[in-house]
């Protein structure tokens, strides 16, 4: 029997965490991931976790001693946002090179500067390259199953690669939602103990960790790290389809949202996608054939799939929280263009940077962009791909 | 037992093998192998490096010359990569994942970059966390590993090659920071500084106190760079011996707050003594520049009389 409960993103993750029961946890607070280690220091202080918290003095440390844990044949779990991901980052690289699935909730918000504490995706972003696999969650229901999943998905003999699980600051992370709750007990049964193969608390076979990797090797590990990945992709469907049968919670690499027989389609991740499910229902009752293709895996990037979904469309945007200021687009936006090139496919795309910094997102704002689809759709058009939505302008 | 270096060399086998590329005559894998030596032979450790010489030259894919398990992960956070590993441990002991009868000490090495510099904050946070570890500096007194650039641990005056000697600025015009103190600063319960001072017997006894005293240790110990101070390959000990018979670098441990000076010489050298083998310090010996070697020995008079004044006062009954 499921519990059905309330809760907010980040009691959501913490509660993951509790029923996960990590072996360590070395976390620093940072807005709007605090409450993660806060609700999880709880957890230690009243005896319901055998967990080690680190409290370190840094999300520096923080992602250090995650890698000290996991490399000690420990599962080490944290929490971050925005500069604290940025402070990680050498440590982020460091991790999955050396092969340590350790798992990070990412709570999304806006990488400085000017400082700002809300919500959009540049921290993410910034991580793109670093050989992590990323989730992303529309919802607190998503972030907590991402979570549940994540160390059966990293931990995987052909994977051994980080994860992280990403979810909207403040948007998804702060609000109360209902959510279905897996019992302890089954969650402990689906994720299962963790044996790693080689780790430094065995003294049976002292390993060395984090060599000096010169010309000789250092082509051959990134080539393993990059096998890994491609690997995660079908570890991923696989753990998914163990977690439908769980749950009955259906998980694919993207969420197709009426998209199939759709016109125009909208490309986004976390909550957005909810706010466009809406506008997509209204359009619907219109008689406008639109549709949403939802990123969850990010990391590997789905690139057959997600062109093949889009290839029916006639015209498709694609919304990134985050600009890549290469003035040419957005991240998912290459992606997903890239994919449908290399596959073959084309459909007029166009691409809309958005919600920097907390800006709302509005209905009225995703029903302007899929009258923009239906505009190109006419006069067969696109006259800059690169577009950003709902930004106040200097009149010329 | 009263301590015999013969014995040590002889009944404990080196757990950090030859076989290294550290340049001869370098401080640092002498102190190295001797501080692995102070492990009870049946106990297991896990080293920890910061990036420095130490870690590139010791642990090049697909070699290695640690017998212990070994994690390196980057340049600034060797105590906290430590702390991690104890914290898994910790955690896995409570809950039975490891064997009850078997023990693991756990031991970083970072020079003075990775340590006084860039892993200071990263060092402090875990000393004040109080895991288990000893945490051990081996201060050659400058970006060795990079090519001899100025740290804060480079002494007054000395020519690195981003405090170098020239006609207007002579050498690094700042005096080094005394970190031992800092760490004394921490409460930690046991803090040292020391050298491969004679016969080693200083070291040993240091390294067997800090890794068996529970929580968190830290240990400073002198580690002359050949390279960057100048000096024949041959003078190691000489250098050594010198700069704790001039004060520069006292042996000394602080115990639960407590001073003890582990070493005063009858006869305090001057600090030209420990100086002028150096080529380092060359310049401070031409003719007009005895003002540089006036002050240098006033600074280590002042410490040498700071750290008497600790001993005195941190005895009181």
Known sequence: MSIRERLSGNEAVATAMKQINPDVVAAFPITPSTEIPQYFSTFVSNGQVDTEFVAVESEHSAMSACIGAEAAGARAMTATSANGLSLMWEMIYIASSLRLPIVLSLVNRAVSGPLNIHNDHSDAMGVRDAGWIMLFSENNQEAYDNTIMAHRIAENKDVMLPLMICQDGFITSHSIENIELIEDSKVKEFVGEYHPEHYLLNKKEPIAIGPLDLQAYLFEHKFQQAEAMRNAKRVIEEVSKDFEKLTGRKYSFFEEYKSQDADYII???????????????????????????????????????????????????????????????????????????????????VNYIYGIGGRDTKAEDIESVFEDLQKIDISKKIEDPYRYLGVRREEK | MAYNLKEVIANKPSRFTSGHRMCAGCGAPVVGRMILRALKEEDHAVICNATGCMEVSTFIYPYTAWTDSFIHTAFECAGATLSGVEAAYVSMKKQGKLPEDEHTKFIAFGGDGGTYDIGLQSLSGAMERGHDMVYVCYDNGAYMNTGIQRSSATPHFADTTTSPAGTVIPGKMQIRKDLTQIMAGHHLPYVAQSAAYMNFKDL???????????????????????????????ELMKINKL?????????????????????????????EEFLKPQKRFKHMFKPGNEWMIEEFQKEVDKRWEELLNLEEVTNKE
Request: with cysteine; charged share 25%; aromatic share 12%.
């Open chain 1, 267 to 349: 490309v986004c991740m976390n909550s957005t996608a909810g706010t466009t499910k809406y506008v997509v229902d209204k359009l619907r009752e219109k008689g406008i054939k639109a549709g949403l293709v939802k990123v969850r895996m990010y990391r590997p990037f789905p690139v057959e799939e997600i062109a093949k979904a889009l290839s029916n469309a006639k015209v498709v945007a694609i919304l990134d929280k985050s600009d890549s200021l290469n003035g040419a687009g957005g991240a998912l936006f290459e992606d997903v263009t890239s994919s449908m090139y290399t596959q073959q496919t084309y459909v007029p795309t």
């Open chain 2, 243 to 271: 700069a704790v018979d001039t004060c520069y670098w006292p042996l000394y441990e602080v115990i639960d707050g407590k001073y003890k000076i582990n070493y005063k010489p009858a006869k305090k050298l001057p600090v």
């Open chain 2, 204 to 234: 040993y006894e240091k390294s067997e106190k800090a890794i068996y005293t529970k929580g968190a240790c830290f240990l400073n110990v002198l580690a002359p760079c050949p390279r960057g101070w100048g000096y024949s390959t041959d």
